[in-house]
């Protein structure tokens, strides 16, 4: 018997039926910017992809995740105190940064202005909003630039 029983099953129009256990299941206190009322979202990667898919448990939302240093290099940021509570740490080191892809026109972007923000020892998550720096909401995630 496995030590790891699924708590959930999500039945995804896009992605089929899905078991996910608790170490899967992250909750977002303050939601997602645009869904707000949703708080618990199941994260679960993509066979053969670096994407993962973040998708409420309870509702048929769900968004394509990249972590940050698979799509661009020298990506930084200062994250508040309130942010830090929200996650249950005070040390950047232990999150993970994933940021939301989004296809427009069959071409892939990412949102490098309000990235995801993951405390897998917390099982917390937040959408931070970087007001302190310039990035795009729409960074093209193929182009020739490679630098950013």
Do not use: C
Not at 36 to 55: C, K, M, N, T, V
Not at 63 to 72: E, G, K, R, T, Y
Not at 124 to 132: A, E, N, R
């Amino acid at each position: 018997m496995s030590k790891e029983q699924p708590v959930h099953r999500i039945v995804s129009e896009t992605y089929g039926e899905v078991e996910v256990s608790a170490e899967q299941v992250y909750r977002f206190e303050k939601g997602i910017v645009g869904v707000q009322d949703i708080r618990q979202y199941a994260l679960f990667g993509l066979e053969e992809a670096p994407f993962y898919i973040l998708h409420a448990l309870d509702n048929s939302i769900s968004f394509i995740l990249l972590p940050a240093q698979v799509a661009v290099s020298a990506y930084e940021f200062d994250i508040d105190s309130e942010s830090f509570a929200l996650l249950g740490t005070n040390e950047q080191e232990q999150l993970t940064t994933m940021l939301i892809v989004n296809v427009i026109e069959d071409k892939l972007y990412v949102n490098l202005k309000a990235p995801v923000l993951l405390s897998q020892k917390q099982r917390s998550g937040i959408q931070y909003v970087i007001h302190d720096r310039d990035y795009p909401i729409r960074h093209p995630l193929l182009s020739d630039d490679r630098e950013g």
